[in-house]
């Protein structure tokens, strides 16, 4: 499986270094640990968090340990991404120890003696700052895919990285017993770096699983501490990696993928776990990101792009004077942006988007026909536009004699426009259709209210009533006409008329059918 699911859990740039101490307790139930938290002198804590990982447990789960002579408590407040494993849900909870954490003490016991059975990793990862000290910049990744024989990450760091100071790279896992039939496999770029088993130097006493990683990094200097090598390569539980030779100068992601050992076994094949990534280098953030929006372009009409001018630190200014990172194209034309940046030069930068017209199909609405007749649906082709219709024609327009939803592809310059035209079938053997006006006003013209339509029709009462609902026509005469007067011959005056007229169509001689409405007699 192959897939993009780390979450980006921290980044920060600052002057200064890091150091990330970690402990696991494996396969046990409880165990005591050493953390090794050296900071240089006169360093000042900008930031330290304690991670736990509760394997098979809870978010609702609840422990106490103690780092040195501070007490931790971990519960569903401070319960955080959640993925799902072999081993049932994988909680990841952290806790910030900044205005705790003492800087000049260099190595903290960690007492997780208790038997709480899920709570399995205790990872400590302290930013310092220092006077003097040159830039660094740290992104955090929790790695939330279930565990599966091969696990794909595409890391993307919040600068470019610069290739000139290494680059740290740093695996936290769980439950990789040993280099035969049980170990972790790690990938970067297409290049294997080796693969991790075993237990930490700092692991709980009789436990042989749990390689995590435990480094410092400052003023472009990389150290391991423990087992830990801070080279390319990677054996046995050493899991640091110096990425300066797999990655250009500039770029902003690499790939990781984690393979698993296969076995015979099936519990083997998905039991290991990695839990987080760390990243530190240093960064470039005037790094000169070319054509950022992209080159111009052409969609869809209907399409939409969202354009993504972000650059850490920046401010923004779109050609229409919004100041968003991004900008949401829905119609064409030139779209442009600034930045502005308290240490870095940008120039503006551009993208023309055009749109693909969608092609004229013929469809002004849905159609009647009458009983075995024909009609034409579609319109004139449009040169350079291929027609296709759902049932599988290809014929523009088309001569069609059921009923139906009849629906048009119409493809153009890698575009496709569907549109749609609904033939329903009438009884044509039986119509009626009456005017809404009428003027009898002797010039000769619609002098008289009479069917527009009447077909199929055997018998019919027509009566007409003013608004007082008066009678004031009425005939049964086949030959229905009224023009504007009593049946007594007096005219009647202008105004709005209801006429009702029940009737026996042909086709159902012993059905009668009763239709009402208005008309208008103008003079």
């Known amino acids: 499986m192959s897939a993009h699911a780390q979450t980006h859990l921290w980044t920060d740039t600052y002057n200064g270094g890091i150091v990330v101490g970690s402990f696991s307790i494996g396969d046990q139930a409880s165990g005591i640990g050493a953390l090794y938290m050296q900071l240089p002198g006169g360093a000042t804590v900008r930031r330290s968090t304690m991670y ?34 072999t081993y049932g849900p994988v909680v990841l909870h952290s806790v910030d120890l900044t205005s705790v954490l003492d800087p000049t003490i260099g190595l903290y016991t960690l007492d ?17 700052e220092l006077a003097g000290a040159g830039p660094i910049t740290v992104d955090i990744f929790h790695c939330n895919l279930d565990s599966q024989l091969e696990e794909n990450y595409t890391v993307h760091t919040t600068f470019p990285m610069a290739t000139d100071a290494p680059v740290a790279f740093a695996t936290m896992g769980a439950y990789a017993l040993n280099e035969w039939v049980d170990y972790e496999t790690v990938i970067v770029n297409g290049t294997v770096l080796g693969r991790f088993h075993g237990a930490d130097f700092n692991a709980a006493a009789g436990n042989n699983f749990g390689a995590c990683a435990t480094f410092h990094y400052a003023n472009g200097t990389f150290e391991g501490v423990g087992d830990d090598d801070p080279d390319q390569a990677i054996e046995g539980a050493d899991v640091l990696s110096e990425l300066s030779g797999l990655v250009a100068h500039g770029d902003q992601s690499f790939q990781v993928t984690y393979r698993h050992s296969p076995t015979t076994l099936p519990m083997q094949q998905s039991d290991n776990i990695v839990n987080m990534m760390v990243v530190a280098y240093s960064g470039i953030p005037c790094f000169p990101t070319v054509d950022l ?58 993208i023309v988007v055009e749109y693909v017209s969608a092609p004229f199909t013929g469809f002004t609405g849905d159609l009647e026909i009458c009983n075995g007749a024909t009609v034409v649906i579609g319109g004139t082709p449009v040169p350079d536009v291929n027609y296709s219709w759902s ?30 035209v609904a033939v329903l079938e009438s009884d044509c053997d039986h119509l009626v259709e009456l005017p809404n006006v009428f003027t009898p006003n002797g010039d000769g013209s619609n002098a008289v209210f009479m069917p527009i339509s009447m077909l199929g029709v055997d018998r019919l009462s027509f009566t007409v009533y003013n608004r007082w609902g008066q009678v004031v026509f009425q005939t049964t005469s086949m030959d229905l006409n009224w023009d504007g007067r009593t049946g007594a011959g007096k005219p009647v005056p202008d ?10 169509p042909s086709h159902a001689p012993d059905t009668l059918i009763s239709t009402h409405g208005s008309v208008t007699l103008l003079r």
Not at 114 to 127: G, Q, R, Y
């Open 495 to 504: 105004g709005v008329y209801f006429w009702i007229l029940e009737h026996v």
């Open 52 to 85: 736990a990982v509760n394997i098979g447990g809870f978010p609702s789960d609840s422990v106490s340990i103690t780092l040195g002579s501070i007490p931790i408590t971990f519960n569903p407040s401070t319960a955080g991404p959640v993925f799902y494993s």
């Open 391 to 420: 049932d599988g024609s290809t014929e523009m327009p088309r001569t069609v004699n059921s009923e139906g939803l009849y629906t048009l592809i119409a493809t153009v310059d890698g575009c496709s426009f569907t549109d749609s």
């Open 112 to 128: 997780a003696s208790h038997d709480f059975t899920n709570f399995k990793e205790f990872i400590l990862i302290t930013e310092y």
């Open 293 to 350: 929006l992209g080159p111009d372009t052409t969609l869809c009409a209907g399409d939409s792009l969202l354009l993504d001018a972000t650059r850490p630190g920046a401010q923004y200014l779109w050609q229409d004077g919004t100041t968003d990172a991004t900008f949401l194209v829905t119609d064409p034309g030139t779209y442009h942006v600034q930045w502005l940046h308290p240490e870095c030069e940008w120039d503006a930068d551009s």
